[in-house]
């Protein structure tokens, strides 16, 4: 299984889902993307955009004294589908 690592710390919305799309679109299956990013909108964005897309959201852990959050979004693909 190969891991890549996103730091997104500074990028605001809708960057790091940007960087995320970027970084899965030619990842083989099961690779695990760890995001870290202090954008307090990819708490949201980013679990909605794996729903869509149809990735797997690992982890997801949000810092309460801050806005960073880290996600872990396993890549999945579907027969057929880039």
């Known amino acids: 299984m190969s891991e890549i690592e996103l ?4 990028m ?8 995320l799309a970027g970084a899965t679109q030619g990842a083989e299956p099961d690779t695990v ?5 202090d954008d307090a909108a990819a708490r949201v964005d980013v679990p909605a955009w ?3 897309r149809r990735h797997e959201l ?3 852990h949000d810092d309460p004294d801050s806005t960073a959050s880290t996600f872990e979004v396993r890549v999945r693909r579907e027969p057929g589908r880039t």
């Open 33 to 37: 993307v760890r995001l870290r990013t």
């Open 58 to 60: 690992v982890h997801q």
């Open 12 to 19: 605001l919305c809708p960057m790091p889902v940007i960087k």
């Open 50 to 52: 794996c729903r869509m």
């Open 7 to 10: 730091d997104c710390r500074g």
